[in-house]
């Protein structure tokens, strides 16, 4: 793994993973049967995440396994530009543009990055893209608002703040004014193109949280 990115070790605050063992086909004791079909609660290991907030000094990120780049450029005055490079064809395209800053969270498979994009002081832009050009874009707060009831606020964010696994992505989502004017963080479980749901956990009042996130 490249030096040049950025690894931060994933706490996994708000959700517990957890194995459900499939005893359908076991030829086992009843005891055994019995105590194969609990639900086991896992303490495993949190994924360690690559990303990256641009601009930045260093100017790339590659991706887990080596096989992609992702690059920062100053188009100009009025926006920057990210660029994904095939490391083993050398072809580069056009991905995603921004204006203020945008942090880039790999998955770790290497096939997904979520682009967490500070498009505004009082709003932001949650994508997750593919490095295959056939796949759509995912618009994650768009996903998370038409399977959710999720409040809203004036200044509303949406922040990516890490992969679970290579579909699996926590999300805070945070703001303050309109239904709640004291402000609101909630934290959700999201599924590349599929289901959505509450973390275990919900943030406290004392995290700070998305108050780190707070572009």
């Known amino acids: 793994m490249s030096e040049a990115n950025r690894q931060t070790q994933s706490k996994d605050p708000y959700h517990l993973r957890t194995a459900c063992i499939d005893v359908g086909h076991s030829r086992r004791s009843p005891l055994n049967l019995y105590i194969m079909s609990l639900i086991v609660v896992l303490a495993v290991p949190a994924l360690s995440q690559v990303s990256r907030t641009f601009p930045d000094k260093k100017s790339e990120i590659t991706s887990p ?10 188009h100009n005055q009025e926006y ?18 921004y204006t203020r800053n945008a942090s880039v969270v790999w998955s770790p498979d ?98 700070s949280v998305c108050e780190r996130a707070i572009p």
């Open 65 to 74: 396994d080596g096989r992609y780049l992702l690059q920062d450029v100053d």
């Open 80 to 97: 920057r530009v990210l660029f994904l490079k095939s490391m083993t064809t050398g072809k580069a395209r056009q991905i995603y543009k």
């Open 110 to 207: 290497s096939r997904h990055f979520a682009i967490d994009d500070a498009a505004g002081s009082d709003y932001t832009e949650t994508k997750i893209l593919s490095v295959d050009e056939t796949v759509p874009e995912i618009d994650v707060q768009q996903e998370i608002r038409d399977k959710m009831d999720v409040p809203s606020g004036h200044h509303e964010y949406f922040y990516v703040a890490y992969w679970i696994d290579a579909r699996r992505v926590v999300v805070y989502h945070w703001g303050y004014g309109g239904e709640d004017p004291n402000g609101f963080c909630e934290c959700y479980v999201y599924r590349l193109n599929g289901r959505v749901y509450k973390c275990a956990r919900q943030p406290k009042d004392s995290d």
